[in-house]
C-alpha cells in the first residue's frame, strides 16, 4: 500500500497546487492551501473539502438553454482512509463526490442559475438493495434537482459504475469533461506536463488499480469484486 504514503500524497498536493496556479486554471481553489496546511498534522490521508470552485466562463457544448454564458463548478469531495490499509480491502472508510453545476446568462449573481448536478457514491452494502447498486457509481440528480420543469423528469436511476476519485482525480475529471481544449489552452499544458502525469499515475495505483483488477479472473480483493463493482454481469 505504498501508494497510500502520507508523505508522498502531502508532496503531490504541494506541486498540484502550484501546477494549477501556474497554468491558470479558473476557479477558487484555496482549500487546498488549507489542506496542505492541515495535513501536516494527520496520521493518514483524510480530507473534507466543501469549496473547491470552478469557473468556466463560456457555454459549455450540449447545454440547454443554449444561451447560458458561465458556469461554476462546486465540487464536494471527503476522502477518508482506513487506519488499517489491507490490499484486499477497500481502502476508503468515508467517501463523498458531488458535483453540483450552476449555469448563468450572464456572469453576475443576480441571475437565475439553472442548476444541474452529480453524485458518486460509496454504497458498501449491493445486496439488501431494490436496484442494481454498484458499490462505487454515478447518479445524475439530487435535492438541488427536486425542483424542475414540470415537462422534465429526473429519475435517481441508473446508477453508472465508476471508480472512486481522490481530490488529484477529481480535479482530472472535471478538468476533461467540463472545459473546452479550444478554449483553455491549460487542460492540454496539464495533460501534457510530466509532473501532473506522475501525480496522476499515483493517485490511479491508490484507488483505480485495486477497482479494475476486480475484472481480473484472478483477482482476490474481497470488496472490488465483480458483482460489486459492476453487478449487471452474469459470468
Known amino acids: 500500500m505504498d501508494s497510500w504514503n502520507l508523505r508522498?500524497?502531502?508532496?503531490?498536493?504541494?506541486?498540484?497546487?502550484?501546477?494549477?496556479?501556474?497554468?491558470?486554471?479558473?476557479?477558487?481553489?484555496?482549500?487546498?492551501?488549507?489542506?496542505?496546511?492541515?495535513?501536516?498534522?494527520k496520521d493518514l490521508i483524510e480530507y473534507n473539502l466543501e469549496n473547491i470552485m470552478f469557473h468556466i466562463n463560456g457555454r459549455i457544448k450540449g447545454t440547454i438553454p443554449n444561451d447560458l454564458n458561465y458556469c461554476a463548478i462546486h465540487l464536494n469531495h471527503m476522502l477518508m482512509s482506513n487506519k488499517t490499509l489491507k490490499v484486499n480491502l477497500d481502502p476508503l472508510h468515508k467517501y463523498v463526490f458531488d458535483i453540483l453545476i450552476s449555469s448563468f446568462k450572464?456572469?453576475?449573481?443576480?441571475?437565475?442559475?439553472?442548476?444541474?448536478?452529480?453524485?458518486?457514491?460509496?454504497?458498501?452494502?449491493?445486496?439488501?438493495?431494490?436496484?442494481?447498486?454498484?458499490?462505487?457509481?454515478?447518479?445524475?440528480g439530487g435535492r438541488k434537482m427536486e425542483l424542475i420543469d414540470d415537462e422534465m423528469s429526473v429519475l435517481s436511476c441508473p446508477r453508472l459504475p465508476h471508480?472512486?476519485?481522490?481530490?488529484?482525480?477529481?480535479?482530472?475529471?472535471?478538468?476533461?469533461?467540463?472545459?473546452?481544449?479550444?478554449?483553455?489552452s491549460f487542460v492540454n499544458s496539464l495533460l501534457l506536463d510530466y509532473d501532473y502525469q506522475q501525480i496522476i499515475?499515483?493517485?490511479?495505483?491508490?484507488?483505480?488499480?485495486?477497482?479494475?483488477k476486480a475484472f481480473d479472473s484472478t483477482n482476490t480483493h474481497q470488496d472490488f469484486?465483480?458483482?460489486?463493482?459492476f453487478p449487471l454481469y452474469i459470468g
Open 8 to 41: 508522498t500524497f502531502r508532496n503531490d498536493l504541494s506541486i498540484f497546487i502550484k501546477l494549477i496556479r501556474d497554468k491558470g486554471v479558473t476557479g477558487d481553489f484555496s482549500d487546498l492551501d488549507t489542506l496542505l496546511s492541515e495535513i501536516e498534522n
Open 106 to 140: 450572464k456572469k453576475t449573481s443576480t441571475e437565475k442559475a439553472y442548476c444541474s448536478s452529480w453524485h458518486h457514491d460509496r454504497h458498501p452494502d449491493t445486496n439488501n438493495v431494490k436496484y442494481t447498486h454498484p458499490t462505487f457509481h454515478f447518479q445524475f
Open 163 to 184: 471508480p472512486p476519485m481522490d481530490i488529484f482525480l477529481g480535479f482530472h475529471f472535471i478538468l476533461s469533461n467540463y472545459y473546452s481544449k479550444k478554449q483553455y
Open 201 to 212: 499515475k499515483r493517485a490511479q495505483e491508490r484507488l483505480w488499480s485495486p477497482y479494475f
Open 225 to 229: 469484486t465483480m458483482n460489486n463493482l
